[in-house]
């Protein structure tokens, strides 16, 4: 016979525990750092300002790179009649310019304002992305014929932090050199060049 005198056994309701709820508020705390500090990197990179114009700013360019490949070693930027641009010429054995290259600085007020300009300017040609140059840079290279005679050119233009750095070269086929017959490696010097241009410009005070 079964005894029901006794009532089921019904254990008194356990306290929930504490440790899902403090992992949970440990994480959220967790989460909110790395938010305010991944927010503070962005807005330092935005806010950046590395460059400074200064008046030499043509004397601090390297293109030993171009001018080796173009057969002036000598070679050196000066400033250009156009504002914040510098140029520098190879004349041929008649005086008349066999190749011509300048160098022009657009600064912004700040890495943002560099990028907008960057982002919405269209590039002519076909350009083909740069890696590890600057936050951003393009690169262009073509060949054509101009009065019988065929002339090449490489432009290059570099975004890193406010400064905008556009670069172009343009060569006849019939320099010594010999510019024109590898334009790979034409604007792998002009590559080469901005590369220590800029490690020159985000140095100077």
């Not at 029901?4 to 306290?15: A, C, H, M, N, V």
Request: hydrophobic share 40%; aromatic share 6%.
């Amino acid at each position: 016979m079964i005894d029901t005198s006794t009532g089921l056994w019904d254990p008194p309701p356990s306290r929930p525990s504490l440790t899902p709820a403090r992992i949970g508020a440990s994480l959220s705390a967790v989460m909110i750092l790395v938010l305010v500090a991944a927010g503070g990197v962005v807005a330092h990179a935005w806010n950046d300002e590395r460059y400074r114009e200064t008046a030499d700013a043509c004397s601090l360019l390297d293109i030993s790179a171009v001018a080796t490949r173009l057969g002036d070693p000598a070679l050196r930027p000066k400033p250009s009649a156009n504002p914040d641009t510098c140029a520098y010429v190879v004349e041929d054995e008649d005086g008349f310019w066999a190749s011509y290259g300048t160098v022009e600085f657009t600064y912004g007020a700040n890495a943002a304002v560099a990028w907008v300009g960057w982002r919405y300017d269209e590039t002519e040609g076909s350009p083909r992305d740069v890696p590890n140059l600057g936050r951003a840079a393009r690169l262009v290279s073509q060949t054509r014929n101009v009065d019988g005679g065929t002339v090449c050119s490489v432009s290059l233009d570099v975004l890193d932090s406010n400064l905008r750095l556009s670069t172009a070269l343009g060569a006849n086929a019939d320099m010594p050199s010999r510019p024109c017959d590898d334009l790979e490696a034409l604007g792998e010097a002009l590559i080469e060049s901005t590369r220590t241009s800029l490690a020159r410009l985000a140095g100077s005070p």
